[in-house]
């Protein structure tokens, strides 16, 4: 009798076991189903794939909004990791006839001089990116000089265009950006003078991009979303 109630009492353990791992399974919100959900990466032989950025960057300081788009909690797809959800919210300024909101300044950039990168670092099981950058505006206008005193220490996200035209983030509200203005008069006569932005951003994503992106205006230096 003790042994037939022990060969019971085994056959329920491996039962409970099979039970538990089957419920493991089919959990969807399993790393198991999550990994499995994503599918191979193919690549469409003679597409277009050409390199640089459109000849602007728009710069918004961290006290200009009061919320900005963000990436999804749980990633479903690949796109989910680095596609930022959502429109920035800018504060309102000014009062009465005067009263209005912020908005991303606009800054004209030399063809072929704004550029990104992003660099893996850290340890293992620590990776993270360093996304960096920079734009340059020429000449040397009071204008451009102020901008440069103005924007040195403010935390700030910066938006950039691809020749595909997606729009990407760099910074966030947790981890903005930071710019470093310089500026070179030149010594010569052929010299090109004018001021360089460098901006550097810590990140868990090599790139950012958004997923509704502002109407960019080059002639009025304006970004609206298609709605405003």
Known sequence: MKKILNILLLCAGLVAVVLGVQQAYADPT???????????????????????????????????????????DTPADYADYVVATGKFT?????????????????IYSTEAKVKYNSESV?????????????????????DI???SAFIKNLPCIVI??????????????????????????GQSRSDLRGHTFE??????????FLDTQFEVDETSGTLTYPSE
């Open 199 to 208: 901006f550097a951003a810590p990140s868990n994503q090599p790139v950012v």
């Open 90 to 106: 800018f504060k309102s300024i000014g009062t009465g006839s005067s009263a209005g909101s912020y908005a991303p300044i606009f």
């Open 30 to 72: 399993s790393e198991v189903v999550l990994i499995a959900s994503m599918g191979a990466l193919l690549y469409d032989q003679g597409r277009n794939n050409m390199g640089g950025y459109s000849n602007w960057a728009a710069v918004i300081p961290l006290k200009y909004i009061s919320s900005a788009p963000s990436l999804p």
């Open 160 to 185: 950039i265009a691809d020749p595909d035209g997606k729009q990407q983030m760099i910074g966030t509200p947790a981890l903005p950006c930071h710019l470093s203005p310089s500026m070179d008069g």
């Open 122 to 142: 850290g340890e293992t099981d620590g990776k993270s990116y360093n996304q960096t950058g920079q734009f340059f505006y020429p000449g040397n206008s009071e």
């Open 145 to 147: 000089a102020g901008f």
